[in-house]
């Protein structure tokens, strides 16, 4: 199990799809975090509502380590 995951790296790190994966993988996790947030809230970013529940309060930069590579990510704080 070891040598696959180290031949995945290496496959990961050497090949041209590398920032393809990793630009991907960020994507999805930044709208995934979006819709959360969204369905938390009650409305959209900047979108006026009264059946709105809580406001967000900006972002916290963090950096995701996976094995396609670091992803940063700006994940939505709420109060």
């Not at 809230?41 to 979108?47: D, I």
């Not at 996976?66 to 704080?77: E, H, N, S, V």
């Amino acid at each position: 199990m070891t040598e696959d995951r180290i031949a995945l790296q290496e496959l990961i790190g050497k090949s041209a799809d590398a920032d393809f994966l990793r630009e991907m993988v960020g994507f999805a996790a930044q709208r995934l975090m979006e819709l959360e947030v969204e369905s938390l809230c009650g409305a959209g970013y900047g979108e006026r509502s009264d059946e709105r529940l809580t406001k967000r309060n900006g972002y916290r930069e963090r950096t995701w380590e996976t094995r396609a590579g670091a992803i940063d990510l700006r994940i939505p704080k709420l109060p």
